[in-house]
């Protein structure tokens, strides 16, 4: 498993972009990076509580797809300067004031499994 450098992730995730909604979590990623891959969403982690690919969902220019649908065959292809929300339904539960934790694993051909980790106060 390939783990993501801090100074990068910093330039994809959204910060500040952490919040609940109705449903569940959100969070916005923006690719800055240059154009790239997602042959899967295999899970996201907050404060140790891990969500899989069944309750995950990314949505990107106005299209929402389904983790389970995410796959070598149908790949996310994340242009540079793309950006996207990652939501997990009824999740909610494991956010907290002030920081938390999360983990996010993603597949790519290229590089196999990614995990990219940040943490990001809840706002409202």
């Known amino acids: 498993m390939a783990v993501l450098p801090d100074f ?3 330039r994809v995730y959204k910060k500040g972009s952490l919040r609940k909604t109705d ?3 959100e969070f ?5 990076l240059g154009p790239g891959v997602i042959s899967g969403l295999e899970s ?3 404060n140790g509580h891990t969500f899989t690919k069944e309750v995950i969902s990314f949505v990107t220019g106005g299209v929402e797809l389904l983790a389970t649908k995410v796959d070598e065959l149908n790949p996310i292809q994340f242009r540079l300067n793309q950006e996207g929300t ?3 339904k009824e999740a909610a539960n494991c956010l907290k004031d002030g920081l938390n934790q999360i983990i996010l694993e993603i597949m790519n051909p290229e590089a196999g499994k990614l995990k990219i980790t940040f943490a990001d106060n809840l706002h409202f």
């Open 23 to 25: 449903t569940g979590i």
């Open 28 to 32: 916005d990623l923006k690719n800055v």
């Open 44 to 46: 996201i982690q907050i």
């Open 86 to 88: 990652m939501k997990l």
């Open 8 to 10: 990068l992730i910093k």
